[in-house]
């Protein structure tokens, strides 16, 4: 596992050289909030990084329901069991490997579902939350319930799978042949796309991911993969 920190937010990437895969780490001030699970196996490393930064981990947040995100929650809670766990209403389901379409959803959803997960969701999350510091951003796209967020203090932006940047800056969906397994696991395109013009607005000091290194000062490259995925659309 390799360890960065930027300010307040700490990024945790499992298989650096391989196939990256990131959680973070963010300090509240009493503790610290935990956005996402990484894989199965990476229970021990989070919580060896926790206790190295010195406060326990208060909170778990997930940005959406695909295994390499919440892989490690059973374990986690199963040591933290006092940490309130955080998913959007949309992706609870998937959280428990059901895949099944809402109303009005016509795209099937596609990559590694959660299975057999058996930690429950103590808050459901919906837009414009707040989650100590950080402001819940719906970001649907590459699952139905996909969240994103925003950190007010030093506006750093956790955005999960909604951006790459391993194989090249790309918004969800968007296929890059160095690294394209996020977008052979999105959900739908145009909302993703969607989602990225959201996350753009907010105009981000820092975009972090779960696939790549993170990004300072992201704007213009958030702006180039936006607009090389709305191409891809038609």
């Known amino acids: ?17 391989l196939f990256p895969v990131s959680c973070y780490l963010v300090d509240e001030g009493e503790g610290l909030t935990l956005i996402d699970a990484a894989l199965p196996n990476s229970a021990a490393s989070i919580l060896q990084a926790a206790e190295r930064i010195g406060k326990p981990i208060n909170r778990i947040v997930l940005t959406h329901g695909h295994m390499d995100h919440v892989g490690a929650l059973d374990k986690l809670k199963s040591q933290l069991p006092h940490a309130s766990v955080y998913i959007s209403k949309r ?8 895949s099944s379409l809402d109303p009005g959803e016509i795209h099937p959803i596609k990559g590694g579902v959660a299975k057999n997960i058996q930690t429950q969701a103590d808050v459901l999350i919906n837009d414009g939350d707040r989650i100590g510091s950080l402001i819940a951003i719906s970001s649907p796209g590459h699952t139905p319930g996909s969240m994103s967020f925003f950190d007010e203090r030093n506006g750093h932006l956790i955005v999960g799978d909604s951006f790459q940047t391993r194989g090249g800056i790309a918004v969800s969906g968007k296929m890059k042949p160095l690294f394209p397994f996020p977008s052979f696991a999105t959900w ?3 909302t993703a796309v969607a989602s990225a013009r959201k996350l753009a607005g907010l105009q981000p000091e ?8 993170w990004i300072k000062q992201p704007l213009t490259k958030m702006k180039m993969a936006i607009s090389e995925a709305e191409k891809g659309l038609g």
């Open 206 to 213: 820092l975009l972090a991911v779960g696939h790549g290194k």
């Open 188 to 190: 739908n395109k145009e």
């Open 1 to 17: 596992m390799k360890v960065i920190q930027e300010s307040s937010t700490y990024q945790l990437t499992f298989m650096p050289r």
């Open 91 to 98: 992706d609870s389901r998937l959280l428990h490997g059901d």
